[in-house]
């Protein structure tokens, strides 16, 4: 059975990677980061890595180096973030890795759809700039 929503590891850390940076004061290092999040160092660098290419982040080198937000954090979507890593969101398969067929026996009658929908309406909807903690 296929997950309800696609997300791998670095896709997660890219999220809470994305929120720790907008929150700090200055730039924070890949080493503050993974400890941070409890994940390794080598994996989180590389994410940070991939959302610098993407242009959501900027990289300094040097002791007062680490990683800063490129624009605005109200400008920075949580979606594009995710499919900066997962690919264009769709919301059209089933839990059983099958289009959604519409049959009206579906034992889920249209739930894993509206769950989908209502992750990725939340993701296209908030900004780094929305979440709170």
């Known amino acids: 059975m296929a997950d309800l929503v696609p997300m791998s590891e ?5 999220l809470h990677a ?3 940076i907008a929150k700090a004061d200055g730039p ?6 993974a400890q941070a999040l409890q994940a390794s160092e080598a994996h989180v660098a ?3 890595q991939i959302l610098a290419r993407a242009g959501f982040l900027i990289s300094k080198r040097g002791p007062d180096g680490g990683y800063t937000l490129a624009r605005p954090k109200s400008q920075i979507r949580l979606l594009d973030i995710y499919e900066t890593f997962e690919g264009k ?4 398969r089933c839990l059983f890795e099958q289009p959604v067929c519409g049959k009206p026996d579906c034992i889920f009658n249209g739930l894993v759809a509206r769950m989908r929908q209502e992750f990725f309406e939340y993701l296209r909807t908030r900004t780094l700039a929305d979440l709170e903690f």
């Open 10 to 14: 670095a896709t997660a850390l890219a």
């Open 18 to 20: 994305m929120a720790l």
């Open 28 to 33: 924070l290092s890949a080493g503050a980061i």
């Open 46 to 48: 590389k994410v940070l």
């Open 89 to 92: 969101s769709r919301q059209d």
